[in-house]
């Protein structure tokens, strides 16, 4: 019987990614101004969504420096050393692209201003 708790466990993390993407393609956009860079080489979540005037921080917790580079045409890049934060106020309404500029093909992320 000790096993059942567990067994129940897992059913519950199964089913919720599942649940939250609904088809698979690009997730939906969190309601969140937390992003984590947990191990190894990810924005998590990826894509986020916030009220015009609303920082975002970024928590960088992988065993590596990265940044938050805006695709925005401004060039902000905001680094995020190991163990670092790093924060950003998004004034206008829009859809903002990111990358990390070190690691581009495996870390991008989306914040999406309304
Ligand atoms: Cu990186």
């Keep these: ?9 897992v059913a519950v993390l ?10 698979g393609a690009s997730s939906e956009p969190v309601e969140t101004n937390e992003v984590d860079l947990p ?7 990826d894509a986020i969504r916030v009220d015009a005037g609303t920082t975002v921080t970024w928590t960088n917790k992988d065993d590596f420096p990265h940044n938050v580079h805006l695709l925005d045409g401004s060039d902000t890049t905001i680094d995020l050393p190991l163990g670092g934060r790093g924060s950003f106020t998004f004034e206008e309404a829009g859809t903002i692209q990111y990358e990390c ?14």
Aim: overall charge positive.
């Design 1 to 9: 019987m000790r096993r059942l708790p567990a067994a129940v466990l």
């Design 14 to 23: 199964a089913l919720a990614p599942a649940c939250s993407e609904g088809g």
């Design 39 to 45: 191990k190894s080489y990810r924005f998590e979540p």
């Design 101 to 114: 500029s070190l690691h581009p093909q495996q870390m991008q992320g989306t914040v999406t201003v309304t």
